[in-house]
């Protein structure tokens, strides 16, 4: 059965009981859905949100913004829409290039492990080794972290400077033998700081 929308105007309760029987069980189903059912302990609350992709884009009005999936670059991709636009271009692709890793860490000392300054992300160690006027950071990640299978295909985006009195200037630094499980950065260099930004897979 469907729901329907009752009792009408003369119909009693008796009459409709199957039907408004049939409409909370449909209703059941619905909240069934990726929401903890009633009575639990989390009740109410989203377990997963699924959202199909769309394809239609209506207008969002003023002081009001849209969630959204759609296809974007053939892979279906989470897009928020600002207030007061009309156009489907109109909207921000949040999930395209994820970060999955970032750090800032001092890169001058003796060759061993390099704690990261402050905050960093999804870093399991940096390693110094090397040894003349070449210094190899082996960066490893806490987790493969991509969504699917893990994946070598990400960018990095490095950093390295000096703070110097003499120069306090950017040092050359190279990306290498990227892997599943990290990749290597090499200076030239004593670097004072060094700092990256990891995108997607």
Same mark, same amino acid.
Not at 26 to 41: E, G, M, S
Not at 101 to 114: E, I, W
Not at 119 to 125: A, C, M, R, V
Not at 163 to 178: E, H, K, R, Y
């Given at each position: 059965m469907?729901?329907?929308?009752?009792?009408? +105007?003369g119909?009693?309760?008796? $009459?409709?009981?199957?039907q408004?029987r049939?409409?909370?069980?449909?209703?059941q189903?619905t909240? #069934?859905?990726?929401?903890?059912?009633? #009575?639990? $302990?989390?009740?109410?609350?989203?377990?997963?949100?699924?959202?199909p992709?769309?394809?239609?884009?209506?207008l969002?009005?003023?002081?009001?913004?849209?969630?959204l999936?759609?296809?974007?670059? @053939?892979?279906?991709?989470?897009?928020?829409?600002?207030?007061?636009?009309? @156009?489907?271009? #109109?909207q921000? *692709? &949040?999930?395209?290039?994820?970060?999955?890793?970032?750090?800032?860490? #001092?890169g +001058?000392?003796?060759?061993?492990?390099?704690?990261?300054?402050?905050?960093?992300?999804?870093?399991l =160690?940096?390693?110094?080794?090397?040894?003349?006027?070449?210094?190899?950071?082996?960066?490893?990640? =806490?987790?493969?972290?991509?969504?699917?299978?893990?994946? +070598?295909?990400? &960018?990095? *985006?490095?950093?390295?400077?000096? *703070?110097? @009195?003499?120069?306090?200037?950017? +040092?050359?630094v190279? $990306?290498?033998?990227? @892997?599943?499980?990290?990749?290597?950065? $090499?200076?030239?260099?004593? =670097?004072?700081?060094?700092?990256? &930004?990891? &995108?997607g897979?």
């Amino acid at each position: 059965m469907a729901y329907v929308l009752l009792p009408n +105007s003369g119909q009693s309760l008796g $009459v409709t009981r199957a039907q408004i029987r049939e409409n909370f069980n449909l209703i059941q189903q619905t909240f #069934d859905r990726n929401h903890y059912d009633f #009575d639990a $302990v989390n009740q109410g609350k989203h377990s997963v949100i699924q959202m199909p992709e769309q394809t239609v884009f209506p207008l969002t009005p003023v002081n009001e913004g849209q969630l959204l999936a759609r296809e974007y670059n @053939a892979k279906t991709e989470l897009a928020w829409r600002p207030e007061n636009t009309g @156009a489907a271009a #109109d909207q921000y *692709i &949040l999930s395209g290039m994820p970060i999955r890793a970032a750090a800032r860490f #001092d890169g +001058s000392g003796a060759n061993g492990v390099k704690v990261p300054v402050g905050l960093s992300f999804n870093i399991l =160690s940096i390693t110094k080794s090397g040894a003349g006027n070449t210094r190899i950071y082996t960066v490893l990640f =806490s987790t493969q972290f991509p969504i699917g299978a893990a994946s +070598s295909n990400y &960018l990095v *985006i490095p950093y390295a400077g000096s *703070i110097s @009195a003499s120069t306090g200037d950017q +040092s050359a630094v190279t $990306v290498n033998n990227l @892997a599943v499980t990290g990749f290597d950065l $090499v200076t030239f260099v004593s =670097s004072d700081f060094i700092s990256f &930004l990891v &995108l997607g897979g």
